[in-house]
């Protein structure tokens, strides 16, 4: 059985995280209690025509004693037979605050007390720190429009398998902040900057013009083997961790040029040692996976002639 528990800040799409999921063949639940979690798997792992897969939301409208006691509500799941992932979907407070103005709605936490809309999402991100700190995965739903994150949930969620770890890598924009769903963090800005050619400005790190400016420091491909080289030190120590998901950022000013090269060059590597990479560019509005490579077959003596 698989079961995907969807938390995360009121706002950020929980609901249509879940709905999306629902879409896809999930039996889905929608705010439920967390102390019946233990018991909702068991009734329908036990009934003959039970679902294969469940979803179900869990958030701050809990009671705070169940929200405390959800590390130990996950290890009893432990010893049953189930695929289990927690998901935990964020946005940037301030973010928050304008589509709550812009709505006009309530948020959970504001009603029937005196807090204002900005104590409330404080105190829930506070209420939420024990799921947050146990998910499997981070979503940053800061940027994302219905689309995008319904097509996250769809490659990352319901196509993970057990025992997969799923590797995205990023490439971002210091000036728009870092990812909130960023485990591993590489800074670029230390390296030249094409931006400030005025013929290569608007052009990506994508483009090969990006890449004769690049490649011709030598610091540039010094980062980009150190950043290489950490990468393929440490990722099997985070597989041997259980870890169901990975995500390596690289970021520069804005975003278009240095980040994106390097991300480009790291994820094409490590796709041919592993399948299931993933590469997105935050600021680009890219999101694809990526395939391993296949080597080219050595060509026979009649081809080369």
């Known amino acids: 059985m698989q079961l995907v528990i969807i938390s995360g800040r009121s706002g950020s799409g929980k609901s249509i995280a879940l709905q999306a999921l629902e879409d896809l063949g999930f039996y889905a639940i929608d705010n439920l209690p967390a102390m019946l979690l233990g018991a909702l798997v068991d009734e329908l792992s036990e009934s003959p025509t039970g679902p294969d897969a469940i979803a179900v939301s869990i958030d701050a409208r809990n009671l705070p004693h169940a929200l405390q006691r959800f590390p130990q509500l996950l290890e009893d799941l432990r010893g049953r037979r189930v695929d289990r992932q927690v998901i935990y979907l964020t946005t940037d407070a301030r973010i928050l605050l304008e589509r709550y103005s812009a709505t006009r709605r309530r948020h959970p936490l504001t009603r029937g007390s005196d807090m204002t809309l900005a104590e409330a999402i404080e105190s829930e991100e506070d209420a939420l720190g024990e799921i947050r700190d146990l998910a499997d995965l981070v979503i940053d739903t800061s940027r994302l429009s219905v689309h995008d994150l319904r097509g996250r949930i769809a490659e990352q969620v319901a196509g993970h398998r057990a025992e997969e770890l799923t590797l995205t890598v990023e490439s971002f924009g210091f000036k728009r902040g870092v990812p909130l769903d960023a485990d591993i963090v590489f800074d670029a800005r230390c390296l030249p900057n ?62 278009q040029h240095r980040s994106v090269y390097l991300a480009e060059k790291l994820a094409h590597h490590l796709a041919e040692q592993q399948p299931g990479i993933r590469l997105r560019h935050r600021e680009l509005g890219i999101h694809t996976p990526l395939t391993p490579v296949t080597p080219p077959e050595t060509p026979t003596d009649d081809e080369e002639s």
């Open 194 to 255: 094409p931006y400030w050619d005025p013929r290569l400005r608007s052009a990506t790190g994508r483009d090969p013009s990006i890449a004769t400016f690049l490649e011709q420091y030598p610091l540039v491909g010094e980062m980009l083997d150190d950043i290489v080289a950490w990468v393929e030190r440490w990722l099997p120590a985070y597989r041997d961790s259980h870890r169901s998901y990975l995500t390596v950022a690289i970021g520069c000013t804005g975003g």
